[in-house]
């Protein structure tokens, strides 16, 4: 067959060929190695992970490449991503080649991330010859799954910030020499291993100066392994007093995640000569304040207030039964009617009215109608008058009303004609009785009782809070503030819903330089007394904003203002279901209906500001996170003691609303929630 056909066999032996290259550079590209891991599978919140992809290529295989492979790495959503520098690769002599790529990944919040595969693409050509077609291939790493937790809680210091890794700390100032008036830069610097970024600035005080915060400054440094760098905290220093001076030791502390314990880097003190300068300063107001005689507090428990009315049963069935009275009149409206009566006063104006004794029968259901006394029942001499006396007719119209009653006996039994004249007379004598009798007024007593018994206060307190708030006054008296403060809690947590034990433990925090609960203490305690002026000016005492934004309180009692709305509720819906039944229009009574509605959206307004279920008070300063997370960027810095308003809630952390438009998120740890229950 090889005789006959030269050409195929030339053609099979050169697909065989060329088959057996194929496989040969498949076999090849199947040798190259591409593997991701990953330093550690679980960091905390801070610390650095490193991500690793090692790529190893055979020698064969390196020498038949023509182009370097492309690689495209994997995308780190969600948390912050660092190159490190490569390292040459490392030949083997007639060994692989190993080329590594390392990043530093750093993740700002608990919780569990995937990495996706990293992809590397290379061309092998199918044969050895340089015009040989080449074979794509596409390699993917495996996935790999990150997770982070929060620092531990236990042994956490009060003022850590979100700190991680490992520092060390120095500070310096730009002028050995000051002058009083004239600022100076101090500098903190923090270096060491870790993501500088992250680092949040520290507070610092110095008491013989005003500081403010001035600009940051980062330089990153790492190694093919880790991340690490310096940042420096810059604050402009204006001394108030003159002489030698020392700023103290600063103290900044981090979390090392290598021994799993929170660590104090310190600078040492650094001394600074003021000299004389023309600076006038003056006390701060809350120092002022401070510096007086101690505020005065309430003597006794006054009593826990309502925060619902009494028999809310009771009040929903009155609100829902005011309308059916009017309803059934508009019931009886559809029914085919009687002929209307007039009222006996008003038929004494007809004509008709010819007979002494018709006189008498109109004037008798007149007087029945308005007083409830009838003339044939009240026959002896003087009886009707001491009867309309009692109804709170004056004795005149009394007796004269007796006078007429006996003429009309008279008339009736003897037959006078002088009728135009008698009904003139019981036509005034009925308008005279009307404008003296007294009102039936029993609705509107039983309405002023459902209002005292609303505003009036609970059961008195129990003996827990009672010995407490002893306690709290005892430690007072001797000016020991803090014990005062921890007493007066104990009694307000006893009995939230007194407002002295509050406002005691409002004025015992700021005698005792806590900021936040005096805040805490005074709000509780306004919100169940909103007209207390004197909760209002004692927050005016406080530097950071109570008349305004979140924290104002307004002066609305809401039980007082709900009884308001019942009774105008009650007495609309009275008033037009007796004007409709009179076949009346009922449009008055809308001057009672709606403002009844307006007053009890005022009241539930008033209710919900007393509860401050949403809102919260600054304990401790910290700056504000762009995420829920130590290491996020910061923001600004909200006072100790401003109310904020909680948007939301994750986790350990809250998101706050601050006034001028400024949010961000805040550790709940460092506030107070100022909801009522």
Known sequence: MSARHPGRLIAAVASAFVASAVAASSALAQEVGFRASLSADTVYVGQQASYQLTVTIPADVRQRLRRNPEFVPPEARSMLVYDLPVPRARPGGEGPEVHTFRRAIFALTPGRYSIAPARLTFSIPQSPSFFSREEERTLRSEGVTLVAIEPPTAGRPAAWTGAVGRWRTSVRADAANARVGDPFVLTLRVEGTGNATLLPRPSIDISWANVVAEDERVVLDSTPTTLGGAKEFAWLVTPREPGSRTVPSLPYVFFDPVSRSYEVARTSPLSVRVAAGDLVTFPSRATAARAQQALAIEPQLSGARRVVPPWPWAWALFTLLAPLPWVAARMRERRPRAKRVRPPEHRLRDAAVTRPEEVRSLFGAALLRRTGLSLSSWTGGGSLATALRREGVTAETAAETERLRDQLDTGAYAGETAVPELRDRAR??????????????????????????????????????????????????????????????????????????WANLGTAGWQAHDTATAVLGWQRALRLEPTNEAL?????????????????????????????????????????????????????????????????????????????????????????????????????????????????????????????????????????SLARE
């Open 428 to 501: 005034k004598l009925l308008a005279r009785i009307d404008e003296e009798a007294r009102r039936r007024r029993g609705g509107a007593a039983l309405l002023l009782l459902v209002v005292l018994a609303a505003c009036a206060p609970v059961h008195p307190p129990d003996r827990a809070a009672l010995d407490a708030f002893s306690q709290g006054r005892t430690a007072y008296t001797g000016e020991d503030y803090a014990r005062a403060r921890d007493a007066f809690l104990r009694a307000a947590n006893a009995t939230p819903r007194d407002p002295s034990a």
């Open 536 to 672: 209002r000016a004692r927050l005016e005492l406080v530097r950071a904003p109570q008349s305004r934004g979140a924290a104002r309180v307004w002066a609305l009692p809401p039980l007082p203002i709900a009884a308001a709305a019942l009774v105008l509720w009650l007495a609309g819906w009275g008033l037009a279901a007796a004007r409709r039944w009179k076949h009346r229009s009922a449009r008055l009574s809308a001057l009672l209906i709606v403002p009844s509605l307006l007053l009890a959206a005022l009241a539930f307004a008033a209710e919900w500001q007393s509860r401050a279920r949403d809102l919260a008070v600054i304990a401790t300063a910290t700056p504000l996170r762009s995420l829920p997370a130590l290491g996020a960027e910061p923001g600004s810095v909200p006072l100790v003691g401003e109310v904020v308003r909680v948007r939301e809630r994750r986790g350990v952390w809250l998101h706050i609303e601050l006034e001028a438009g400024r949010s961000g998120w805040y550790p709940t740890e460092r506030t107070h």
